[in-house]
């Protein structure tokens, strides 16, 4: 690749650098930036210093009288410095600690880190070779090597917008030190559905050249996919060194590395409060450095209806929660590319017929009846399974006209292969209390109304595949009555089953006998929002899902639950578990809490669902303590798990008698 | 179906998209005419159609004018008569009236309350943003452009250091002629003047129709708190928490009237408080070089809380719950005079051994609550001599009436394990039984008083403890004067030790766990369980956290006699194990709003009565910049009183 199509594809890549650079100064204006200042660089708004602060001198020369070595080849120890041995820093430790370093989620084919590390400056880094099989392909790829490089340049704490790195060493010779990297993909996929092949390996070599080392990655991968992640797992073999103010990274290395699981996301609700794109993508920022793929938007619920359909505005004027609450296409076609260039899948919900209600209320006032019934009715107990109410009205076929315009919307912005119908908690009374549908009961002489509901689904998907110009497109709906008793409404050869019943549930058992393909989102390790009360009533019912708990929540234990032996020859064989994703409901979330209940909990279960491992190993906690302050120093507001000292001294914080 | 009539559905649809699609290229947004307005209905505010209603006003407009106590959190105590009158105006109209007050500094401490009541009025417009323009710069109709909001305060008492005697009343009272609105805040002191101009601050709120906003025309507001101590405290040993940090913290506090940051400065994991005269203890004791904190940092800190109404009380936890940082006091070379340093002098280790004993010990739970271990030698005279110097440097940048002088979780197994300590007891021809250990302990109390007493230089200093099993003993009182030390409970409501320390007179500060320890329920950070202290403390719990009811209900077998005052206020506790910047926010907000109603309060009622005025609260601490955590979806904002559970 010539030098001058390399700076064209960096040109081009700079307009999408990551929002916590680009993005926020854009929106700084903008309400829904205000939750970004409180990022490490600028945690205070309204805090100004009354006076000056001096800092005194002293901290300059205030040396850490600490060093790090790697103990039992699995963890990090804190010990005094001596004169003797060379000072190593707590980052610089784990690069080469154990047998998978700093990465998360561990590679799963080949593991191999060498025990030295190379001190460089970002600056002497390169992305010399380009490879792939279309233009679409190589500039994506530049790309990627341009976030990856904005990474290695932010490593610096004291980076703000610009590099704070020195330019020399002042005799360490690290400014002879070069760097460069190639990548390589096979493929011209540019975009993600469940057959992508996200493989990749990393290999790093180096030997002396002029002054210096010179340090060559080689970065290769069928797909951009896999080269993506492979820079995401470059990047975990680099850390910053304080004592030096320099890079280091491991000097020799060969990674080779796929996914357990094609199917790993994170579910995000948007309707029953509102969250600001801006913060969409810097939910898909951390996604990255986690290797999830998948991002499932469920994007409007009886809540508020936040999605701007230009076929049917009336959706948003009588369902956002106001005027400026609303994902306007081009944001959202924005995010979807931005999501699409680190590794994620934009994966749309419209869930419907339940959970339908807000922006649905104008059908009587322009003369075409209800198009969704029980909305916002009173008491809620008697018409849905939480207020406010509302459920669409399968009898009137301009509900299924409007349907089918929201979807050709949808579509038009999201890639078009997988869609999430929703599907859950119909509550049949909410139909039973119509007289229009008692009518129809009468008539069609069907009185179990999952005829009705399975009717519903069938013309939605009729609708759906005609929003897509007949083209195939594979729809995803949650386990609800139907998946348990209406599977004749359902295809096992068509759709995919979203399990968010109990792991241990008999319809888990029977959905994988009726060869459904399943994504788990298990109610009893997944979800992500339990733990900080009911938003409704006083007490609290869910207790948190630990991390250990996302951890544990074992893919192939739940087959072996149901399966015993058989498991492996009749379910993970068979290719019918997809993988899992953690859900995010927003009663009690939006953009200024979000970040802190979603991470590091959700980097438990990328682990998870990317290397599958069969146990957790004590050394796990220690690697996914540092993998959280990698994030937080990304800009991520992940939670804290323990105090900084068991960072600074693995091993004690475990609570051994805990059993006792 | 008509086939005509879907034709004429479609077009229908396809002129709105005509109307209301924006231009694709650029960020305007299409502004919507909104179907909505709110009607205050039974004291909330309820969401209805526009076609259906005759007022036509926003949810902010409607909680301005709707409800016995308005939009104002806390509840004020005293009478509330507000007109439901509102008139518009642009904050550049504001003028200011030369405040009133006795003395320099009290007004120079005001002029700083009236530059903070300013911003928050320009934060009320969703396009603020700091550094930014101004988003009220524009043309407004010849009615707004005209009105003059006209602000006075006043203040006779010069007091401007907060203690528990500071009173913080004050009184609002506001009228209009012509087109001047007075509005006139009076405060008892400095203090109740900026809870004052806070209140009339939350009279104020955003006109989304007229893009300006509206204060109430007309009306009183008198109030005072009803507990004197109303706090948080933040733990900054387990995990640091950077000063920006801290003054977010304090911000949301004044937003509260909250009025006491106890600050658990230091424990056995780190020793950031940078000792000017032990620096040792901090170059071996801070997590990093640059997570520490130093003494003008801390002046400044002191200041801006002091701004903000607030008061911060620092902790030095002793004997129990210190480790790290000890260790460097035997390497008293290891620091290197700086430009701003004392140099240290050489600390003995030759008499009496070590000054911390079992220091990370294994099993840590023979030695301490949790790990790492490590407690003070009491046998060693040397403690006390470096337990005086850490005074010195406190009571140097602090600005403090109280001092919180720990004493929790002493563990005498700990002492027990330690030959110097064993030694001592057997020269005494003592008994290591628990009863010895106890009387160490007392000793120890005792003498770390005589030095903190030393170390004030004859200023009065208000001792506080946690409460411990010292303080049910027979004679405590003897060693722990009532008349003196303030004790800090922390267990639960249904301890019954709690009786037996206000028996013996002692005053009490409430931070009972099953309710005020905000940092439940997030995962124990050892093992494997899902929290240590009985899960996460919902707001409506800590709402209903009244201390004189969980005193009725102790079901003691005799009566308590509470003496008036002895009760005097409470804090919720944010021990940092799980806590640190990026969580801390979400943590303490908005359930430390639903703690401030409690103290300032202590309303009959319970949190129902509350509910919708905290959620619209929580949106204005948002507003503000403090990144609360959400309680409710918005629709519930929308449609109040419609999201409970019956």
Known sequence: MGKLQLICVVTLATLFLTPNVQGGRRNSKARDSRGSRASLSGISTTAKSETTTKIPELVEKYESPWTWKCVDGSSCQRSLSNATEEKSTLNVCWLTCGQYGAMWPFPTIQSHLGKGTLMFYPQSVEVTSIQGPSRAVKSMMGYAGNVFLDHLFRMHPKSEGQSAFPVTSGGKGIEHNVVTISLTAQSSETRISLNTNEKYSVVITSYLEGQGRHIHVDVSAV????????????????????????????????????????????????????????????????????????????????????????????????????????????????????????????????????????????????GIGELALCVNAEPWRNYCGQPPCGQLNPLNNYTYLVLGEIYKDMLELFDRDIFHMGGDEVFLQCWYYQDEIRNWQRSSGSYDLMDLWGLFQQKALTKLKDANYGHPITPIVWTSDMTTRGRRFLDASQYIIQIWTGSTHSDVRSLLEGNYR??????????????????????????????????????????????????????????????????????????????????????????????????????????????????????????????????????????????? | MDKFKLLLIVSVVSVFAL??????????????????????????????????????????????????????????????????????????????????????????????????????????HPNYAEGGANPFDKQYDNVIEGTVIQVQVVVDDPEERLTLETSEGYRIDIETQGNVVSAEVRGDTFFGARHGLETLSQLIAYDEQRDTVQIISAGAVIDRPLFAYRGLMLDTSRNFVSIKGMKKLIDGMAYNK??????????????????????????????????????????????????????????????????????GLEKSNAVQPGPNTIQPSPVSVTSGGPMAVCVNAEPWNQFCSE?????????????????????RDLLGVFDTDAFHMGGDDVNFNCWNSSKEITDFLAAQ??????????????????????????????????????????????????????????????????????????????????????????????????GEGRGSCGGYKTWQRVYDNNPLRVIAQLNTTEEIDLQPGQIIGGEAAIWSEQVDEMGLEAKVWPRGAALAERLWANPFSSWRDAADRLIHHRERLVKRGINADRLQPEWCLQNQGRCSSN
């Open chain 1, 223 to 366: 797909t951009f996919f896999g080269v993506r992640h492979g820079l995401e797992t470059l990047g975990q073999l680099i850390a910053f060194d304080d004592d030096n103010e320099s890079l280091r990274i491991v000097s020799e290395a060969i990674i080779q590395d796929q996914p357990k699981f094609k199917y790993r996301g994170l579910m995000i609700d948007t309707s029953r409060n509102f969250i600001p794109i801006h913060y969409l993508k810097r939910m898909v920022d951390a996604m990255s450095y986690n290797k999830l793929n998948m991002l499932h938007w469920h994007i409007t619920d009886t809540n508020s209806f936040p999605f701007y359909s230009k076929r049917v505005p009336q959706m948003t004027k009588y369902g956002a929660y106001s005027a400026s609450q609303i994902y306007m296409p081009k944001d959202v076609k924005e995010l979807v590319l931005y999501a699409r260039l680190r590794g994620v899948k934009i994966l749309p919900e419209f869930d419907a017929p339940a959970h339908a209600g807000n922006g649905w209320q104008w059908g009587p006032l322009e």
């Open chain 1, 518 to 660: 399943v994504i788990f989102s298990n109610v009893d390790n997944t979800y992500l929002d339990h733990g900080f009360g009911t938003w409704l009533g006083r007490d609290h019912f869910w207790t948190i899902k630990t991390w250990q708990n996302l951890y544990d929540n074992d893919l192939m234990k739940i087959a072996e639950y149901h399966f015993g032996e058989n498991a492996t020859s009749q379910v993970i064989d068979a290719g019918l578990i997809l993988g899992g994703e953690a859900t995010l409901w927003a009663e009690k979330v939006d953009q200024y809490n979000m970040e802190m209940k979603l991470w590091p909990r959700s980097a438990a279960f990328a682990e998870r669902l990317w290397s599958s491992p069969t146990n957790r190993t004590s050394s796990v906690y220690g690697r996914l303590i540092h993998h959280r302050a990698r994030m937080v120093r990304r800009g991520v507001h992940a939670d804290r798990l323990q105090p900084e000292s068991c960072h600074q001294l693995s091993g004690y914080c475990s609570d051994p008698y805990s059993q006792l």
């Open chain 2, 429 to 526: 021809r003592r008994n290591r039984t628990e009863r010895e250990f106890l009387q160490l302990w007392a000793t120890f109390q005792r003498r770390a008083y005589v030095e903190l007493v030393r170390a004030a230089r004859g200023t009065e200093l208000t001792p506080i403890v946690w409460a411990s099993n010292l303080l049910i003993q027979e004679n405590i009182e003897n060693i722990l004067d009532p008349e003196r030390y303030i004790v800090h409970f922390r267990n639960s409501g249904r301890d019954r030790s709690l009786a037996g320390i206000l028996d013996k007179g002692y005053r009490v500060i409430f931070s009972n766990r099953d309710a005020w320890q905000f940092d439940c329920g997030f995962g124990d950070w050892m």
């Open chain 2, 19 to 124: 109307v209301y699609l924006p231009e694709t290229s650029g960020q305007s947004y299409f502004r919507m005419p909104s179907p909505w307005t709110y009607v205050c209905k039974n004291g909330t505010c309820t969401k209805k159609l526009r076609s259906d209603s005759t007022v036509i006003q926003s949810l902010d407009t409607c909680r301005l004018r709707c409800g016995r106590f308005r939009a104002i959190w806390p509840r004020p105590t005293g009478d509330v008569e507000l007109s439901r009158v509102v008139v518009p105006f642009k904050p550049q109209n504001l003028r200011i009236l030369p405040v009133t007050a006795p003395t320099d500094r009290t007004r120079e401490l005001l002029n700083r309350v009236i530059t903070d009541f300013q911003t928050n009025i320009l934060k009320m």
């Open chain 2, 371 to 391: 790990p790492p271990c490590g407690q003070l030698n009491p046998v060693n005279e040397q403690t006390y001599l470096v337990l005086g110097k850490l005074y």
């Open chain 2, 258 to 327: 909250l009025n006491t940051l106890h600050w658990h400065i230091t424990d056995s994991h780190s020793f950031p408080f940078y000792s000017q005269r032990v620096p040792q203890l901090t170059l071996y004791g801070a997590y990093t070089p640059d997570k520490i904190y130093f003494p003008e940092e801390i002046k400044d800190f002191v200041e801006y809380a002091r701004i903000r109404g607030v008061r911060v009380i620092p902790e030095l936890d002793a004997p129990s719950h210190i480790s790290s940082g000890w260790q």
